[in-house]
């Protein structure tokens, strides 16, 4: 599978961006997909997740309800929601897959095997 991740700027600090990730081929509701980030002079780390048929999320403390991942398998696109954000929220971030039928917790391992080419949030102060 193919991702490719849209939607990144720059916004205000307490202000709202939404990601989209669209993935090439027909068997994307096949795919739990999630969201890592990776900010300046640091390591890429988790955000959220959710399971192939949407019904299951899973999120980074540090975005705990401030951000929504959700999916739309019918338009093979993933999106991230991002509300109240912050400064420490800059990072370019990335959308990923594991493998075909794997379940999203495996993402929390970062075991990932798609990478989107990431896209790039800035958060003014």
């Known amino acids: 599978v193919q991702l490719q991740a849209s939607g990144g700027g720059l916004v205000q600090a307490g202000g709202s961006l939404r990601l989209s990730c669209a993935a090439s081929?027909?068997?994307?509701?096949?795919?739990?997909m999630g969201w890592f980030r990776q900010a300046p002079g640091k390591e890429r780390e988790f955000v959220a997740a959710?399971?192939?048929?949407?019904?299951?999320?899973y999120y980074a403390d540090s975005v705990k309800g401030r951000f929504t991942i959700s999916r739309d398998n019918a338009k093979n696109t993933v999106y991230l929601q991002m509300n109240s954000l912050k400064a420490e929220d800059t990072a370019v971030y990335y959308c990923?897959?594991?493998?075909?039928?794997?379940?999203?917790?495996?993402?929390?391992?970062?075991?990932?095997?798609?990478w989107g080419q990431g896209t790039l949030v800035t958060v003014s102060s």
């Open positions: 990923a897959a594991p493998q075909a039928d794997q379940a999203m917790g495996v993402m929390l391992r970062y075991e990932v095997d798609y």
């Open positions: 081929g027909r068997t994307f509701s096949s795919y739990a």
């Open positions: 959710i399971s192939w048929s949407g019904g299951s999320t």
